[in-house]
């Protein structure tokens, strides 16, 4: 398997433009997870999905922030409009199951720099 | 809320040397409790997965172990290698799916 694909591995944008994050998780996971990662913070949860449908969006920071999945392999992350402190990089991951189950798997990340 | 904290912030050892990594969480009502590994400008690959009924998990030259009463997991690494420097992150699964993580700890064995 491919394992967690995202893109773009790296973006450069200027403030006020919209940023789209891509991801397509690893065929046959049920959940699928939003993260963003900095050195003040670490990882955060932003949003999570399971079979499609979001179940919590309770770290999703603001409106600007919004996340979908039309389909089991496909998700996006849309920041708009972006921000300098949106600078971060952000991950996807998805898992099989849940609770007892649910061993998480990494993609590579996209880099986000908001100028 | 959950909070899990790792000690040391960083370390470093000369390799060979047998070392243990510690995480300690303030909610003992888990699910699980995982692992990670992260290289520099990489996403987390998943080393161990213990369930919340499971005392420890082994594989290869890495052991990890729970105790939910006292909210603590450790990591042992035997016999470590520089390509074992890397940053270690473990996260606490509890309910509604939620993995909390920890800062980690950034360990770099020298040759």
């Known amino acids: 398997d491919a394992g967690v694909i995202q893109s773009p591995r790296h973006e450069v944008t200027e403030m006020g433009q919209e940023v789209t994050l891509r991801c397509k998780p690893i065929?046959?996971?049920?959940?699928l997870f939003w993260y963003r990662q900095t050195m003040m913070r670490g990882l955060e949860l932003l949003i999570y999905?399971?079979?499609?449908?979001?179940?919590?969006d309770s770290g999703m920071p603001e409106d600007r922030f919004s996340a979908k999945m039309p389909n089991a392999s496909f998700s996006t992350l849309k920041i708009q409009p972006s921000e300098p402190r949106d600078s971060a990089v952000y991950f996807c991951?998805?898992?099989f199951g849940t609770g007892l189950s649910g061993e998480l798997f990494f993609g590579e990340g996209s880099r986000l720099t908001v100028l | 809320k959950q909070e899990v904290t790792q000690i040391p912030a960083a370390l470093s050892v000369p390799e060979g040397e047998n070392l243990v990594l510690n995480c300690s969480f303030t909610?003992?009502?888990?699910?699980?409790l995982q692992w990670f590994r992260q290289d520099p400008g990489k996403g987390l690959t998943s080393l161990l997965l213990?369930?919340?009924?499971?005392r420890e998990q082994t594989s290869g030259r890495l052991n990890a172990s729970l105790d939910k009463s006292s909210g603590r997991s450790t990591l042992y690494i035997a016999a470590s290698q520089p390509g074992d420097s890397a940053t270690y992150l473990c996260?606490?699964?509890?309910?509604?799916?939620?993995?909390?993580f920890g800062e980690g700890t950034q360990l770099t064995v020298n040759p």
């Open positions: 991951a998805s898992s």
């Open positions: 065929s046959g996971h049920d959940y």
């Open positions: 999905f399971n079979n499609n449908v979001p179940i919590d």
């Open positions: 909610d003992s009502a888990i699910y699980n």
């Open positions: 213990i369930q919340s009924s499971q």
């Open positions: 996260a606490v699964g509890t309910s509604g799916s939620r993995l909390t």
